[in-house]
């Protein structure tokens, strides 16, 4: 699924066809007001290029209305959201629409877009009669309700495109939580998984009971963050640490001196949240594509920072062979993020480092 990345009113010819639209309003509406004004008696009687005067200064004024409307929509839209402040972006935008819609009839008055009664109507002197002054005032009233008209199409607009992204958005967050899901689901029946690390298990009962009992507890741990944990959208820092230390366990006592961990979190970013099994994954890429031989073992770090960062590197020691990828880890974990908030994973391999840079959120 793809996000629309041309609306309604995206197109110059699609917005000239809703301002030509408005102008046809504009005198329709007006003309239903009041059919039987001066102005509409005598109006054919003007000669066509006055007329075709004030149909193109009406055409600019709406095409004026319109575009303000459009470019004060998309920049509130970064400052004040409807999403977030409703009650204030309406204020705001109805106010400064109202101000630009009063400057553009201003101007339209000075380019004689409203009628000039002493002109029109043959009057030689300068008082203006109150049934002129009903027409203008009626032209202003229909102008004002076609500018918000067309207002409320371009607001319109944005809300129903907001809504179609979000539920994509929506549809893309689901998809990409059932891959984390199904990678949890593989990482529970996979035979080679359970395989070794009964294995290992059996070994270190023969061995020392003891340490049986703390792998079978680390791998208790595991199955129930799997279960009850896996398909949220965030966990807090301080539950993934703790599953992450489980499965380090089950690792350092299945791959011994191959790999070294280094877990070095502050403990002001406990309740900072993060995606669940997003250092799970990040330590298994590591794993996947990288030697872990006891002479020169995989060395894994996993880090916070100061600027509120999980950061995880580690040593390159390709494997000989590439390893086919499952299309979940990285992939999933930059997409999960990229529904679920703006600032993204960061990926950087260079002097022998490969370093993964998560964000935390509040």
């Given at each position: 699924?793809?996000?629309?990345?041309?609306t309604f009113l995206s197109t110059r010819q699609q917005r000239i066809i809703i301002v030509?639209?408005?102008?046809?309003?504009?005198?329709?509406?007006?003309?239903?007001?009041?059919?039987?004004?001066?102005?509409?008696?005598?109006?054919?009687?003007?000669?066509?290029?006055?007329?075709?005067?004030?149909?193109?200064?009406?055409?600019?004024f709406c095409f004026c209305v319109s575009e303000f409307s459009l470019f004060l929509g998309h920049k509130l839209n970064k400052r004040i959201k409807w999403t977030e402040k409703p009650i204030k972006r309406f204020f705001v935008e109805s106010s400064l629409n109202?101000?630009?819609?009063?400057?553009f009839l201003v101007m339209a008055s000075i380019v004689h877009i409203f009628p000039d009664s002493s002109d029109e109507m043959g009057i030689t002197n300068t008082q203006i009669t109150i049934e002129e002054k009903v027409d203008i005032m009626q032209w202003i009233l229909v102008s004002f309700l076609i500018a918000f008209a067309i207002i409320a199409?371009?607001?319109?607009?944005?809300l129903l495109e907001s809504w179609k992204n979000a539920a994509i958005d929506a549809a893309e967050l689901r998809q990409s939580a059932t891959?984390?899901?199904?990678?949890?689901?593989r990482l529970q029946i996979d035979p080679h998984f359970v395989f070794n690390n009964l294995s290992v298990l059996s070994e270190l009962i023969l061995k020392d009971q003891n340490t049986g009992h703390l792998y079978a507890e680390n791998f208790a741990k595991i199955y129930r963050y799997l279960l009850v944990h896996a398909s949220r959208d965030f966990i807090s820092l301080d539950e993934e640490i703790k599953f992450l230390r489980s499965y380090i366990y089950l690792l350092?006592?299945?791959?011994?001196?191959?790999?070294?961990?280094?877990?070095?979190?502050?403990?002001s970013h406990g309740a900072l949240k993060l995606p669940p099994l997003t250092l799970q994954m990040l330590v298994e890429n590591a794993l996947k594509h990288n030697k872990t031989i006891k002479?020169?073992?995989?060395?894994?770090?996993?880090?916070?920072?100061?600027?509120?960062?999980?950061?995880?590197?580690?040593?390159?020691?390709?494997?000989?062979?590439?390893?086919?990828?499952?299309?979940?880890?990285?992939?999933?974990?930059?997409?999960?993020?990229?529904?679920?908030?703006?600032?993204?994973p960061t990926v950087d391999a260079q002097d022998g480092i490969f370093k993964v840079v998560?964000?935390?959120?509040?």
């Open positions: 699924m793809q996000k629309s990345g041309e030509t639209v408005a102008l046809v309003l504009l005198y329709l509406v007006s003309y239903m007001m009041n059919p039987y004004a001066e102005y509409w008696k005598t109006y054919f009687q003007r000669s066509v290029p006055d007329i075709f005067l004030e149909w193109l200064s009406s055409f600019v109202f101000v630009a819609v009063l400057f199409l371009n607001t319109g607009n944005y891959e984390a899901e199904l990678h949890a689901l350092e006592q299945r791959i011994g001196e191959g790999v070294i961990f280094y877990v070095n979190i502050y403990p002479s020169n073992p995989l060395k894994i770090s996993v880090r916070s920072s100061a600027n509120q960062e999980i950061i995880v590197e580690n040593n390159l020691n390709p494997v000989g062979t590439q390893v086919p990828s499952s299309g979940i880890g990285l992939k999933n974990i930059i997409s999960r993020y990229r529904l679920l908030q703006d600032r993204l998560v964000p935390l959120v509040n």
